[in-house]
């Protein structure tokens, strides 16, 4: 039987300059959600990739005294070295200089102006560099300093063009309707408020091509205008999935199921995004969720504050899952965040080290020290043996529709509610007490600790996928045995098998002295 496919991406990153932490967050995030379809049995089509063109990409390369594409290769290598870092199972990346690309971003230009969408006219308004957007001048306000700046904070200059519309205002109803019948296509909710109402205050046609420069893709027919970034970045999401050739053995995964983006950018992919495949009768894709921002100590990152953090420098100070799970864990999916090293150190030490890592050590060394280092044999289960192994079963059902909402830290703070559990039910059995009174009651408090712990293992795989694989490792869980379809009961470890010698799981963190660590 043919499975479920499930399309999930990231935004395609900027490389005009280094990653940061932002786009660390969400590689991460959206790399845990198709780790997740994955385990869950669904076939994961999950893509990345890099966004070249535009005037923030020309200027930058002018500046540093090289061609934009050049700027690009360098650049889009380092993101991609950082998906690889972070442990991303994208599937493609794409890059928007690719010829595969440059096709699809002119026969969507052709469908959008075949149904009458694209006129040509001038343009005249205030355009920012940073956001490469049009602004309203209601929108802009003049500071302190003389500079004209959008709403976000970036300056704006005045920009007067011949440039190509997209009748972005016939839009309005349909978009509105559209928000109406799936009212799951925007999360979270605010975002999704924030978008109706935008929508209902008014949608002007849209100007997509410039004329003032020359980097991007070439509007079919009128070479002397290149396409309005956006166009292209958006379009990338369908180049991915084989378009236009609708033959492509990846178009089965289109419509996407989840873009997973910033919420500085809710309003491209909840308005523009639709409409232009409205307009090329294409279909849309079923969801775009935004995720928070994230601040250093509750502070902005700027280069001038000093506060930018380095993702490969983090990483390498703390650990890959210590990383992931402390962003996935601590912030909310979908709200703001904040990180401190102060709260690293303590999710690490207190969930990882003492709640997942010393219940494996002290378990396992017990079944090494007093089992013979096998699974140990099980007798009846009493009602406390049976609360937590249904405990990490239901985790399982938590997770999932959590994740399907890209509740992330809901989803695991279900399976860390059961770490948690599992510590308190050891405890208060005292296996160790057990050893002298009651072995075969002691083995089954054992083996009902390691089945837990099979379970958590399984679960975690998306979330810390290195820790959890060391964690089935020393559990003999077979490679082939380690999907969400093996958390059933009938499928529990088998007593007599040997286990490898236990190995810990997490270090604790111990204090160094630069504790300031990847701030650049
Ligand atoms: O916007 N915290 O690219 P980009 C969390 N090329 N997320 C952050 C962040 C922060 N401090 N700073 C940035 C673009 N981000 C376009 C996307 S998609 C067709 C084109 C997020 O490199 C930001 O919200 O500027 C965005 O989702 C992503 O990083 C890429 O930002």
Redesign the pocket.
């Known amino acids: 039987m043919a499975r479920d496919t499930f399309y999930l991406?990231?935004?395609?990153?900027?490389?005009?300059g280094k990653?940061?932490?932002?786009?660390a967050?969400?590689v991460i995030a959206s790399d845990t959600l198709a780790r997740f379809q994955r385990l869950n049995g669904k076939e994961v089509f999950f893509l990345s990739g890099?966004?070249e063109h535009g005037l923030k990409m020309q200027q930058t390369a002018d500046k540093e005294g090289i061609t934009p594409k050049e700027l690009a290769d360098r650049n889009s290598a380092v993101f991609r070295e950082m998906i690889a870092m972070l442990g991303g199972s994208n599937d493609d990346f794409i890059r928007t200089t690719e010829e595969r690309h440059y096709k699809a971003c002119q026969e969507i230009w052709r469908r959008m102006a075949a149904n009458g969408d694209i006129y040509l006219s001038r343009y005249s308004g205030w355009y920012s560099v940073r956001q490469?957007a049009y602004f309203d001048e209601s929108e802009t306000t003049v500071g302190e300093d003389g500079i004209r700046r959008e709403p976000l904070g970036s300056p704006v200059e005045w920009n007067e063009e011949e440039s190509y519309f997209f009748r972005l205002s016939k839009y309005q109803d349909k978009l509105l309707e559209y928000y109406e019948k799936n009212p799951d296509f925007i999360g979270p909710a605010e975002r999704r408020n924030e978008v109706i109402s935008f929508v209902k205050s008014g949608l002007k046609d849209l100007s997509i091509s410039r004329t003032t420069f020359n980097w991007g893709v070439p509007v079919p027919g009128d070479e002397k205008h290149v396409m309005y970034?956006?166009v292209d970045?958006?379009t990338?999401?369908i180049t991915a999935a084989g378009f236009p050739d609708e033959n492509a053995e990846r178009w089965r995964f289109w419509p996407a199921d989840v873009?997973?983006?910033?919420?500085?950018?809710v309003r491209?992919?909840a308005v523009y995004?639709p409409a232009f495949l409205m307009s090329a009768g294409i279909g849309l894709p079923k969801r775009v969720y935004?995720?928070?921002?994230?601040?250093n100590r509750g502070e902005?990152?700027s280069k001038s504050v000093g506060n930018v953090v380095d993702p490969f420098k983090l990483v390498e100070h703390y650990g890959l899952d210590q990383v992931r799970y402390f962003f996935l864990r601590e912030v909310p999916f979908g709200q703001?965040?904040s990180y401190s090293h102060e709260a690293i150190v303590n999710r690490i030490n207190a969930d990882l080290a003492n709640d997942l890592g010393n219940l494996a050590q002290r378990s396992l060394s017990m079944i090494a020290k007093n089992c013979e280092g096998k699974v140990p044999e099980y007798g009846a289960f009493s009602d406390a043996d049976r609360a937590i192994l249904d405990q990490a079963e239901a985790a399982l059902a938590t997770a999932r529709e959590a994740m399907d909402r890209q509740a992330i830290n809901v989803a695991l703070n279900a399976v860390f509610d059961v770490v948690s559990e599992a510590n308190r039910y050891f405890a208060a059995q005292e296996p160790w007490a057990l050893r002298k009174t009651d072995p075969a009651r002691m083995g089954t408090v054992l083996f009902t600790t390691a089945e837990v712990l099979r379970r958590v293992g399984i679960l975690c795989q998306p979330f810390i996928p290195n820790a959890a694989a060391r964690l089935l490792d020393i559990l003999a869980v077979p490679a082939d045995k380690r999907s969400f379809a093996e958390i059933a009961t009938d499928r529990m470890l088998v007593p007599g098998t040997a286990l490898p010698s236990p190995q810990p799981i997490f270090p604790r963190y111990v204090e160094v002295e630069n504790t300031a660590a990847g701030v650049e």
Request: hydrophobic content about 40%; cysteine-free.
């Open positions: 991406t990231t935004p395609i990153f900027y490389p005009n990653p940061h932490i932002g786009h967050y969400t890099t966004d490469e970034v956006w970045a958006l990338n999401y873009h997973i983006i910033g919420k500085d950018i491209f992919h995004w935004a995720h928070g921002f994230l601040f902005k990152m703001d965040g």
